[in-house]
């Protein structure tokens, strides 16, 4: 199993300031995922961190509005950049792969006023 | 492209009644997890089903994975106030990523 921390656990921020959310694993892992859930929301992967390259977005997520780092292979940060009260959501960090089990971190709550 | 739809949405029940969502993709599926959030806390692996048909049970749940692999269902026998949460199943879109349903969130009166 992997234990998975983040900071911050929650924040309340003003439209147009950004907020970077750093992910802490307590291993070594490949795959590094971020997720957004919007409330009362299913989740949406964001991107995939990639140690040593880009990371990898999905459809809908840029690199200029949520830009992520994986400087190794435990740690990660998202940026949610230029935000708006659209932004508000949980923001879910995981490990694993569609073939092992998810780990997910506790989450950071998100409130843009 | 994939996607993976569960219903209900909601569900109410009384403490002791017997709860049961259901998931089903659009295509076949390599494996399907299922995973439980309660209330403010972050999503949890429960179980991943792998093979046609396989049944999986957890105490009081069932997990079913369809014969065609493209649908499963968790039932919870005589529920619990500690079952209170949404319950989610994911599907694998490629090797690493997976697809989440859309939830199913259970309230338990006691």
């Known amino acids: 199993s992997a234990v998975i921390s983040q900071k911050p656990s929650r924040d309340i921020c003003q439209r147009g300031t950004s907020l970077t959310i750093q992910c802490q694993v307590d291993?070594?892992?490949?795959?590094m995922f971020w997720y957004r859930q919007q409330p009362g929301q299913s989740l949406t992967l964001i991107a995939t961190a990639n140690q040593g390259s880009e990371a990898t977005y999905e459809s809908g997520f840029v690199i200029d509005k949520f830009p992520i780092s994986r400087p190794n292979l435990t740690f990660s940060t998202l940026t949610v950049s230029n935000m708006s009260p659209e932004d508000s959501s949980i923001y879910l960090c995981?490990?694993?792969?569609?073939?092992?089990?998810?780990?997910f971190g506790p989450g950071t709550r998100l409130l843009v006023l | 492209g994939q996607q993976v739809m569960q219903i209900p949405q909601y569900q109410h029940v009384q403490e002791g009644e017997d709860f049961t969502t259901y998931c089903n993709s659009s295509?076949?599926?390599?494996?399907i997890q299922w995973y439980k959030q309660r209330p403010g806390g972050h999503p949890v692996f429960l179980i991943q089903?792998?093979?046609?048909?396989e049944v999986k049970k957890q105490k009081r749940l069932t997990f079913q994975f369809g014969e065609a692999k493209k649908n499963s269902s968790l039932h919870i026998t005589a529920t619990q106030t500690t079952d209170v949460g949404t319950y989610f199943c994911?599907?694998?879109?490629?090797?690493?990523?997976?697809?989440f349903g859309s939830g199913t969130k259970l309230n338990v009166k006691p």
């Open positions: 995981s490990v694993g792969t569609a073939q092992e089990t998810q780990y």
């Open positions: 994911a599907g694998p879109r490629n090797f690493n990523k997976f697809y």
């Open positions: 295509t076949t599926l390599s494996n």
């Open positions: 291993s070594q892992v490949t795959m």
């Open positions: 089903l792998v093979k046609s048909g």
